[in-house]
């Protein structure tokens, strides 16, 4: 019986391994700009997105936003944007990707009162949408077409 593994890769897949939190997140390492950052993998979120404090580091070019983030546990945020960015994951690689920068210390201060380390932001849906992304709960893994 041929696996999902091997089913997705002869689909043309990449398999991106993912990390359970104690938070029970997902967490994925990924690249924007060509910096390495870690990032809660997280379905429900529109967009992908970084926190302010991580704009020098990932080399974001930003502009304010008239967009208010709403998210879990907080609401009426203000926003940048940063456009055309590089993100990879894994061996995805998107060019031209929007980011979303908005303050992420509610979601790393609730992580690290959890025991878990802080994250350098978000993967969210329009990611995971532009990668026909398939995720595998049981074995952790978040797979890509390439």
């Excluded at 994925?28 to 020098?56: P, W």
């Excluded at 907080?74 to 940063?82: E, F, N, Y």
């Excluded at 960015?85 to 061996?91: A, Q, Y």
């Amino acid at each position: 019986m041929e696996t999902l593994k091997d089913f997705l890769k002869d689909k043309g897949y990449s398999k991106i391994k993912l990390k359970f939190t104690k938070t029970n997140h997902f967490e994925i390492k990924a690249s924007i700009n060509g910096v390495k950052g870690r990032f809660i993998l997280d379905t429900g979120a529109s967009n992908s997105c970084v926190g302010f404090e991580a704009i020098e580091r990932f080399n974001l070019k930003v502009k304010d936003s008239e967009i208010k983030a709403v998210g879990a546990g907080a609401s009426d945020m203000l926003t940048q944007i940063s456009k055309s960015n590089d993100i990879k994951l894994g061996k995805w690689k998107r060019h031209k990707v929007a980011l979303i920068l908005f303050n992420l210390s509610h979601v790393n201060t609730g992580l690290i009162n959890h025991n878990a380390e802080p994250v350098d932001g978000i993967i969210g849906a329009d990611i995971l949408k532009k990668g026909k992304a398939i995720i595998d709960y049981e074995k952790k893994y978040l797979y890509l077409k390439l």
